[in-house]
């Protein structure tokens, strides 16, 4: 197992921080009111990057790190990609020149806001999690036909809305709309009574492709990796859904965290997706090991809570279709990805009950309420809930990790405003 | 009814014109090897606005026509929208002063390509056509289940795939794909033996919004209007849709014709939707007739064919919801809207078998195959058919039109390549 790299900045050789010099995840920072810059975290603080760039210490051969976005990086390559990471790993390392310079471009992470780490192309969800599409169609189907019959052939995905896309700690205004009951004769508007979280992760394009690209190429192209909470309305998605597919239920806000892993720093992470009940068609053959062992959780603290609760334990390893996979079957009709495009996993929820990433499945469609650390009770999510979801691949001596990726749940717009 | 207006560019004030003086649909054009331009169409000619405005005779308060694009005008707001189009007006009116600078930035049609007009932010395509889910519906669940219980409800929409939006003339590749026919026991991976066209109309939204916005609102955000083409994969979309809706089907292709009608160019060919058989929801309710009476051909030439046949007659004015509904509706979980959105109506069928909007429904799934002119056959499309969409609101003396929206097919990519 690969070990901690050592840097001369002394937080980021604290065993228990998300930010040593193996991870260098990349973000958009501001501190007060100076301009949205790119920068990395490591330990306690953030390097301004964009800053480095001007004053000519990093050198990309042009200018990549002015535009408050990790776009033009992303956009540039594999090997623009791998030369950025060791111009940082070469200026953080133990024993580095020049460290007075490098000094004064570190913000302590605590006096930084964060924001979307890049421009969003366009956001597909995809619903490659067995866990979680067993427990769903269980609910909606019965045990015999919880799978639906392409699943075990097809990384099934949808295409979500990419404008509902925000940065981790943007408030999620609960939304409103159509809402039958089943046996409620006609449907009524008003604020869903079923709001959701869905415990996901993120794989971001970097490289853009035309056409159908290989797994094997599809990997390449992934720049990094975010967490991704896809909220979601269980009982406007019930009522819409037939026959198009889950649309307002999706379209409300999709939280991703502030920190972009890269592919380098997972890398030492990766795991094969699990044995295949049904024989994949070729154009889905996995060349090496393409999921990552990713330890997840959610938590979950009611307004004027003094804690937090656990909600779900997971692990992106649970997955049965890789990002790769899942790129590639995107392609596969000759479907265009550009620069920024994001995908989401799908749910990963485990075998247990404790492994569960939905309300949905905790509380098993609200029939088995979960009791908080509180005392209180949810099926599903209330006024004032915060929400975060935690994301760490664990090394021998290390953690590599994604920031917060945070919400909190507002009341619905009242009916007198619409 | 309201009459054509009279132009010192003789061409415009033909009958047979598709851009009188009325019209002055917003296109971006390029000639030789000049840079792209927008431009206005008016009879024979293309209008370059972009040189205009750098001239100065078109002023709009700030340079919105120098990108190639029509999304800064669209983003200026109905004030903008209104003020371009009386600066046009009175620049090409009979007897308006300069004619002999304007006329310099007149280019022939014949002489130009056209482009994409704008940029498109995201696009989402609806279902709103009744005749069309019902004879759809009826071929998949029998006719007493033929519209979903929610159809009459909801202006059922999902979100497409921006990327593979594509101007008029474009090569359409075969798409390839999953397929699994009914008697197959495992799908296999192969060229679409279903690929079929989808005619709607499109609209674009120019000024964005958050939250939910009423059908007042959203009429009003609307920019204009174009026709598309929403290339579908019927078999891989059998295979694939279940349980989150099309996603491949529906990735290869979707093309828009080049010129924008403006909502002021229609606005004498409004018209109501027809009667509501269920009493909608308040925020669905229309404060005026909200379609369009626009006629609407799709024709197909086989390569090598000396003609082209109609294959379907039909009209906007079918359609069960209006664009207003649909953007309000889709804003109704507090998705924001962004200037560039672009609207797929869903297919615009009539209620007769010549009024039908895909080949689905026009061979009723490949159990009637039409006879084309030159006494070929068609169930689906075939490598080398030339489709075009034609579209015109019809006046007393003259018609608005958008331009021809056409595209080939192209064979398959062979399973070599990928």
Redesign the interface.
């Known amino acids: 197992m690969t070990k901690r790299m050592a840097s001369w900045v002394a937080s980021a050789n604290n065993t228990e921080t998300e930010f040593p010099l193996n991870n260098l995840p990349y973000g958009v920072f501001s501190s007060g009111d100076s301009d949205k810059c790119c920068g990395t975290a490591l330990g306690d603080f953030v390097l301004n990057v964009t800053q480095l760039e001007l004053d000519g210490v990093i050198d990309l051969g042009e200018p990549l790190l002015q535009s408050a976005a990790w776009n033009p990086v992303m956009a540039a390559g594999p090997t623009v990609w791998a030369k950025l990471r060791q111009s940082l790993i070469d200026l953080l390392s133990e024993g580095s020149a020049d460290q007075a310079h490098i000094a004064a471009a570190l913000v302590p992470l605590d006096q930084v806001t964060l924001h979307l780490p890049f421009t969003v192309?366009?956001y597909t969800d995809f619903?490659a999690g067995r866990h979680h599409a067993t427990n769903v169609g269980t609910m909606f189907r019965g045990p015999d036909n919880a799978l639906?019959p392409?699943w075990l052939?097809?990384p099934?995905?949808?295409?979500?809305?990419?404008?509902?896309v925000v940065a981790s700690g943007t408030d999620i205004?609960r939304?409103?709309?159509?809402l039958?009951g089943p046996h409620d004769d006609?449907?009524?508007?008003g604020p869903?009574q079923r709001f959701d979280i869905e415990l996901e992760m993120g794989a971001i394009v970097g490289t853009p492709s035309t056409?159908?690209i290989?797994v094997a190429q599809a990997d390449d192209n992934i720049f990094g990796y975010v967490l991704l909470n896809d909220w979601s309305?269980r009982d406007?998605q019930a009522?819409?859904?037939?026959?198009?597919?889950?649309?307002?239920?999706k379209?409300?806000?999709t939280t991703i965290s502030p920190w972009i892993v890269t592919k380098e720093a997972l890398e030492p992470f990766r795991t094969s997706t699990p044995p295949r009940e049904?024989e994949l068609?070729?154009?889905l053959n996995e060349p090496k090991p393409l999921l990552y062992d990713i330890a997840l959780t959610v938590w979950l603290q009611p307004e004027g809570a003094d804690r937090a609760t656990t909600i779900c334990r997971t692990n992106y390893n649970e997955m049965y279709y890789s990002f790769a996979q899942q790129l590639a079957?995107?392609t596969?009709?000759?479907?265009?990805?550009?620069t920024g495009?994001l995908l989401g996993s799908g749910t990963i929820s485990g075998p247990e009950k404790a492994n569960r990433g939905s309300l949905l499945e905790i509380s098993w469609g609200g029939k088995e309420p979960i009791t908080l650390d509180t005392g209180e009770t949810r099926s599903f999510l209330q006024d004032g809930d915060l929400i975060g979801l935690h994301g760490a691949a664990l090394g021998a001596d290390y953690k590599i990790g994604f920031g917060p990726c945070v919400g909190r749940v507002m009341a619905a717009?009242p009916s007198g405003?619409?």
Not at 175 to 178: A, D, E, F, R, T
Request: hydrophobic letters at 30%; aromatic letters at 14%; charged letters at 15%.
């Open positions: 192309a366009e619903y639906p392409n052939h097809i099934i995905g949808y295409n979500g809305r990419t404008s509902s205004i939304p409103s709309g159509q039958k006609v449907p009524r508007f869903s056409g159908l290989s309305a406007i009522w819409e859904y037939q026959p198009l597919g889950p649309f307002q239920a379209a409300t806000a049904k068609l070729p154009y079957h995107h596969s009709a000759g479907c265009p990805m550009r495009d717009i405003y619409w």
